[in-house]
């Protein structure tokens, strides 16, 4: 399986800062690769698709990169409806799989 | 508007059968992939498996042995058996319909499922 690691976990921020969380691939895996926010008691929501394609509906202050083993996600101006549970998704090698998640909290 | 529900029973006792169902709405499942991932209390997300409305499917190896996911195009729905559940099957399930590259823009509001006797 292609194991995807977050990285922090868990981090504390003020509105208004800009937030980096990093997803790294245990082997390349292109593009192919997902981001989802989830609240507590909701279902993930797809926010960005093909490593750095905004998802229709989603704002511009959210943006992906990368591509093969190193992949970002950014937030350009962190705002309240923002803290939340952020997750990767690999799809480029069966079976799909998540990142263990990073927890954007309030600072 | 796509829209999926998950239904089905929300306690299931070890060793038996999990059985769920997914409806959806808004659209034809006669039309990309559709999925069963899940997420146990406080913990990360885990995929199931997927079905094409043709029927062929891909499931994870980790619970391939125990997994079958069906699709009724005349229903608009699809189903996941999973079989011999232990405490560790706890979780709530979600239903998604997934893209032709593999990411997943609907999901369903999901369904906890606890096992216990």
């Known amino acids: 399986d292609i194991q995807m690691t977050q990285s922090p976990s868990t981090l504390s921020a003020s509105v208004g800062d800009r937030v980096t969380i990093t997803c790294r691939a245990s082997?390349?895996?292109?593009?192919?690769l997902a981001w989802y926010q989830q609240k507590p008691g909701k279902a993930p929501k797809l926010l960005i698709y093909?490593?750095?394609s905004l998802e229709s509906g989603v704002p511009s202050r959210f943006s992906g990169s990368g591509s093969g083993t190193e992949f970002t996600l950014t937030i350009s101006s962190l705002q309240p409806d923002d803290f939340a549970t952020y997750y990767c998704?690999?799809?480029?090698?069966?079976?799909?799989?998540f990142g263990q998640g990073t927890k954007v909290e309030i600072k | 508007q796509v829209q999926l529900q998950e239904s089905g029973p929300g306690l299931v006792k070890p060793s038996e059968t999990l059985s769920l169902t997914c409806t959806v709405s808004?659209?034809?499942?006669?039309?990309?992939?559709w999925s069963w991932i899940r997420q146990p209390p406080g913990k990360g997300l885990e995929w199931i498996g997927y079905?094409?409305?043709?029927?062929?499917?891909s499931y994870n190896p980790s619970l391939k042995s125990r997994v079958t996911i069906s699709v009724d195009t005349s229903k608009n729905q699809f189903s996941l058996n999973l079989s011999s559940v232990t405490a560790a099957d706890t979780a709530v399930y979600y239903c998604a319909r997934g893209d032709s590259s593999g990411w997943y823009g609907y999901w369903g509001q999901g369904t906890l499922v606890t096992v216990s006797s």
């Open positions: 079905i094409y409305y043709s029927g062929s499917t």
């Open positions: 082997q390349s895996i292109s593009s192919w």
């Open positions: 808004g659209g034809s499942i006669s039309s990309s992939s």
């Open positions: 093909k490593a750095s």
């Open positions: 998704q690999q799809c480029n090698g069966f079976p799909w799989t």
